[in-house]
């Protein structure tokens, strides 16, 4: 029973550059959280996702990050025009549904901005 | 829970030591709370969780307490193993299907 995959583990970039985080729910979730931590902090919610819908995106900068699930494939993070100050490691969570409280999570992308 | 950005507060404990983890949250409407264990370079790892109706709830070797009055939480856990260093957050949401808001983090050290 696969819990919920995240790929790459490790990303470098370039400032400029574009970043694309990937998450796999675990198998019959549709919901998905995007979480960012910095180091020696608290994750901080970035948005919340249901299969084509975003539900809650209060969490994310207002410019160069968006996110989407498809009806198929994961659920990708894209940040554009990286900067240094995005170097954090970016979870995601998955749930069953919305009347689920429980949030499990991945194992995690860690990016560095060069 | 509130991240406060500073350095992590360490708990140092004995081997077979119990161990107690405080935390604090701001949110009067959150009605559930969830401690995870965050080994480094993982993800968070549910530990236990406890609904507002509750004021404790046992697992195995853990026990949460909530106090709703002055808003704080609370993870025991009995008989301390060096598995168990790692750093634990404390998190709450307002519901299901909401964002959970996370603590900034206490982390324990066991010594053998």
């Known amino acids: 029973n696969a819990g919920v995959m995240q790929n790459p583990r490790h990303l470098v970039r370039r400032r400029g550059q574009e970043a694309r985080l990937r998450c796999s729910p675990m198998?019959?979730?549709?919901?998905v959280y995007w979480y960012r931590q910095l180091p020696e902090e608290g994750l901080k919610f970035m948005v919340y996702?249901?299969?084509?819908?975003?539900?809650?995106e209060s969490g994310m900068p207002k410019e160069r990050f968006s996110a989407e699930f498809p009806k198929e494939g994961p659920s990708i993070l894209r940040i554009q025009q990286v900067v240094r100050g995005d170097s954090a490691a970016y979870f995601c969570?998955?749930?069953?549904?919305?009347?689920?409280?429980?949030?499990?999570f991945g194992p995690g992308t860690r990016l560095t901005v060069t | 829970g509130e991240s406060v950005g500073l350095h992590l507060p360490t708990l140092s404990v004995q081997e077979g030591d119990n161990s107690i983890i405080n935390c604090a949250y701001s949110?009067?409407?959150?009605?559930?709370f969830i401690w995870y264990k965050q080994e480094s370079g993982k993800g968070p790892q549910f530990i236990i969780d406890?609904?507002?109706?509750?004021d404790k709830r046992q697992g195995q070797r853990v026990t949460v307490l909530l106090n709703k009055t002055v808003k704080h939480l609370s993870l025991q856990i009995a008989a301390t193993q060096p598995g168990d260093s790692a750093v634990y957050f404390c998190?709450?949401?307002?519901?299901?299907?909401?964002?959970?808001?996370f603590g900034g983090g206490t982390r324990l050290m066991v010594k053998p």
């Open positions: 969570a998955s749930s069953p549904s919305s009347y689920s409280y429980e949030q499990y």
């Open positions: 406890i609904r507002s109706n509750m």
């Open positions: 996702l249901q299969k084509e819908n975003i539900i809650d």
């Open positions: 198998k019959g979730h549709s919901h």
């Open positions: 949110n009067s409407a959150s009605d559930y």
């Open positions: 998190a709450d949401s307002r519901g299901a299907g909401n964002m959970l808001t």
